[in-house]
């Protein structure tokens, strides 16, 4: 579903790659967590992924896509395929839990037929039902993360990236959090997750992949945080 196959990434005016020959694979369904200290270069493989930036050398491919040659007009239906989430939420603040969410659909085009049939079966997913009316200022840290979990997963995505999604949240929250990934991912979605939460990481058991100085140096399934 995902490969980086030799990826070195050296930002301009960088003195050193931010990552540097990367190679890593992940299959569909996979869950993968994304390790390492700060400034190890996890973000940027997220941004990789996402089209955001290119590499300097290698090749990233994404549900059977070669991203570095994607073209420009092609962007966007290719972003269709990935969710995100991430740290701080990035909820539209002056629309309700029900419009942020219905936004991802009309931004593709689906009608507010299909809206108004779809979006309160994702809300109630994310355990918000009776809350659809509610602005992000209305509910609570958790609550606002599951509207953007809600919105990452409303068009059905391939792959969920999630960087730091846990990251505001206190930890019976945050394992809320990850109980509704976790059961995203059960549904043959590949979620991959960045982040700094040993807890999370611990309880999960899952696929560790961490990243040093923009190298990996560990990649165990069922791993710990380490
Ligand atoms: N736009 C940029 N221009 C120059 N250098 C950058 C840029 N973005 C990131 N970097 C550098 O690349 C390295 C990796 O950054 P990255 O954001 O991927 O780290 P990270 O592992 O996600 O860190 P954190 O856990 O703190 O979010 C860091 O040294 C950072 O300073």
């Known amino acids: 579903m995902i490969r980086l196959e030799h990826v070195t990434k050296t930002y301009p005016k960088a003195s050193r790659p931010s990552l540097d020959d990367v190679s890593v ?6 869950f993968v967590f994304f390790i390492g200290p700060s400034g190890s270069g996890k973000s940027t493989i997220i941004k990789l992924l996402l089209h955001e930036i290119q590499p300097n050398k290698g090749r990233v491919v994404v549900a059977d896509r070669d991203v570095t040659a994607l073209r420009s007009w092609k962007i966007s239906a290719f972003r269709r395929q990935i969710g995100c989430v991430f740290q701080d939420f990035r909820l539209l603040p002056n629309r309700t839990a029900y419009e942020n969410v219905a936004f991802a659909l009309e931004v593709i085009g689906k009608s507010q037929g299909v809206a108004r049939r779809v ?3 994702v809300l109630e997913l994310v355990g918000l039902g009776g809350k659809e009316h509610r ?6 840290g958790g609550e606002q993360q599951r509207v953007a979990v809600a919105r990452a997963f409303v ?3 391939l792959i969920l990236l999630a960087d730091e999604p846990t990251g505001n949240l206190d930890p019976d929250t945050s394992i809320e959090i990850m109980r509704l990934l976790d059961r995203i991912n059960r549904t043959g979605t590949t979620v991959v997750m960045v982040t700094h939460d040993s807890n999370i990481v611990n309880q999960m058991r899952r696929r560790v992949v961490e990243i040093e100085s923009g190298k990996i140096v560990r990649d ?4 710990v945080y380490g």
């Open 135 to 140: 602005y992000p200022h209305e509910l609570s």
């Open 119 to 121: 979006v309160p079966e």
């Open 155 to 157: 068009n059905r995505p």
């Open 220 to 223: 165990q399934p069922r791993g």
């Open 25 to 30: 694979s992940i299959e569909k369904g996979d």
